[in-house]
């Protein structure tokens, strides 16, 4: 499948964190317009909306490979977030973060956003598997510690340099990325969320 995906949508880590965005976005104002035929059973569930800064942050369920755990945040226009993710060093992690429209994503465990409006900020971790991730390999969970704080500066030059959405990461609203594949995704991950309703 990733072999696939990638023929898709080039390289499909980055396919990865384009889906965990749309899918913070659906239920919303900004939900993708091949999202519009779900409901509730195809939303991401929140772990947890975050009250107050700093906070750390632990998962209850842990994700497994190419899943995601989202957390929500009030935030004001200007508000600088800064998300630093300390997780098992054996897999690969993205972080993602949504509001409306705008968004930002990095493969990696830091990641800095300048928020653009007043509204629901929402964040995502997400696990990408470990190198060399194959669909034979048995899956597990992995654990994270996700640290969210005010930030005091930021790194306007970081490593994937200045964002147009005020932050030094790369975006992560690649529109080319072909409906049918999120549509595709969307279903297995409403069969995932049965499942997991299931086993509790």
């Known amino acids: 499948m990733l072999d696939a995906w990638t023929a898709l949508c080039g390289d499909w880590s980055d396919g ?9 976005r659906m239920g919303t104002a900004a939900t993708p317009t091949w999202a519009e035929f ?16 700093p906070a750390t942050l632990f998962a209850d369920w842990p994700p497994y490979p190419l899943g995601t755990t989202y957390y929500d945040l009030e935030v004001e226009a200007g508000d600088e977030i800064a998300l630093t993710l300390a997780g098992d060093p054996t897999v690969e992690w993205g972080l993602v973060a949504v509001e409306g429209s705008s968004a930002a994503t990095v493969i990696g465990g830091e990641l800095t956003h300048v928020a ?21 390999d048995p899956l597990e969970t992995a654990a994270f510690e996700l640290t969210v704080a005010r930030a005091g500066g930021g790194d306007p030059d970081g490593e994937h340099g200045p964002g147009e959405n005020g932050c030094a990461c790369r975006t992560g609203d690649r529109s080319g990325a072909p409906g049918a594949v999120w549509l595709v995704l969307s279903m297995v991950v409403a069969i995932g969320r049965g499942l997991r309703r299931r086993g509790r």
């Open 38 to 53: 779900g409901g509730e059973e195809v939303y991401a569930l929140r772990e947890a909306t975050i009250d107050s800064l």
């Open 116 to 136: 653009q409006q007043d509204g629901t900020l929402t964040v995502g971790v997400i696990n990408l598997g470990p190198l060399g991730l194959d669909a034979d």
């Open 16 to 24: 990865m964190l384009d889906f965990a965005t749309q899918r913070a």
